[in-house]
């Protein structure tokens, strides 16, 4: 089946991206900025959101995009030697696509594509989930998702440190998960023209035999309650810690039944670019996302999951004892 529009631009989009970060990991250790909120941003998350922006403004022009980043520092005179380290980041990517260059001009602009609130069809953008991690040399996703009406219908997470085949067969670095509603999950390699090959979450029915995965930042999920949930369902193997939305990706391609993601502390919104296309794609290969209180996530609140506390993704079986576990170790919701 051909893919269709949105799929395609959200693919090509991902891939023009995971090419500047890439670019600029290679090049030197990545520069950061500190964010209002003291969380890291980079030349790369910039340029990231610069290419997946004019990707989406190419195929969509009127298309609302809410993208995690926008380009107010970088308009600021005291930034002008890291907005032209993000303005060569994104003409060095579009030269491997044979992309017109760029100026500084379109590039803050496309950036800023990335500024809308949401509405009943509209983007949501990461150009770098896991920024910590891909300063660390860990894992990192571009996360793109189409949200229709509050759902998810289009989901694509280019990792480019994630091998493209799990467990022992290793294969290529960089994998790229793509799904649209209704016509299952995939994986591909990064390279242009790689074929696409369906997944499917684990069938594993036994909590027992469950492999956890959850952040490597102990200041995004409580490792501690995610240690007692595993215990209470007789998890026995360790955790799989790895940064950003290749967490969802494991476990939507059967490497891992179950993704705890636990408040630290109360008041904490989470993002809808941070789960979007996780959920898209998960559901697709068969599995299941609900919030710790097993509420499902509710993406019509603009950019937070202001009804949520908390990600739980299963492979689907699990799903519903894991939130047993969860509701006898976490609290009542306040
Ligand atoms: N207190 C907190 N609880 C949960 N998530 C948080 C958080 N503070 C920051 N984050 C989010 O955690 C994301 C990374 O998740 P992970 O730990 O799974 O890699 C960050 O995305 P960015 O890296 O895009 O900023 C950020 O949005
Ligand atoms: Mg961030
Ligand atoms: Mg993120
Ligand atoms: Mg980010």
């Known amino acids: 089946m051909p893919e269709s529009v949105a799929l395609a631009a959200a693919v090509q989009a991902g891939r023009w991206a995971a090419a500047a970060c890439r670019a600029v990991r290679s090049a030197a250790d ?3 900025l500190d964010k209002s909120d003291k969380s890291p941003v980079t030349v790369a998350d910039f340029a990231a959101q610069a290419l997946v922006c004019r990707a989406l403004a190419e195929a969509f022009p009127n298309d609302p995009v809410v993208g995690e980043e926008d380009a107010a520092a970088l ?4 930034q002008a030697k890291f907005a032209s380290q993000v303005l060569d980041a994104v003409n060095l990517a579009g030269r491997q696509f044979d992309l017109p260059a760029a100026t500084l001009d379109d590039v803050l602009g496309w950036i800023d594509r990335g500024g809308a609130e949401g509405g009943g069809r509209f983007w949501t953008v990461d150009p770098i989930d896991g920024t910590k991690g891909f300063l660390r040399g860990g894992q990192y996703a571009v996360a793109i998702a189409l949200i229709e009406n509050g759902v998810p219908t289009v989901g694509v ?4 440190n994630l091998p493209r085949n799990g467990g022992d067969d290793a294969g290529d670095t960089g994998a790229l998960f ?4 209704g016509d ?3 994986v591909r390699s990064l390279g242009t023209n790689s074929t696409p090959t369906a997944i499917f979450t684990s069938p594993q029915a036994d909590p027992a035999a469950a492999r956890v995965c959850e952040s490597v930042e102990s200041g995004h999920t409580a490792h501690g309650a995610a240690a007692e949930i595993a215990a209470r369902l007789g998890v026995s193997a360790e955790p799989l810690r790895l940064d950003s939305q290749a967490k969802y990706a494991e476990v939507a391609r059967g490497g891992a039944e179950i993704y705890l993601r636990l408040p630290t502390r109360p ?3 989470e993002r ?3 789960h979007a296309a996780g959920v898209a794609v998960i559901e697709e290969a068969g599995g299941r996302v609900t919030d710790v209180d097993g509420r499902p996530l509710d993406f019509t609140h603009g950019r937070g999951l202001e009804r949520n506390r908390g990600v739980i993704a299963t ?3 699990l799903h519903d004892a894991v939130l047993e576990a969860a509701a006898a170790v976490l609290a009542p919701r306040p």
Do not use: H, M
């Open 315 to 317: 492979n689907g079986p």
């Open 184 to 186: 299952g999950a995939t």
């Open 30 to 32: 990545p520069s950061a």
């Open 75 to 78: 308009r600021s005179g005291e």
């Open 178 to 181: 793509a799904a649209r509603r």
């Open 272 to 274: 809808i670019w941070d």
């Open 157 to 160: 997470l280019a990792c480019p």
């Open 267 to 269: 008041g904490y919104v």
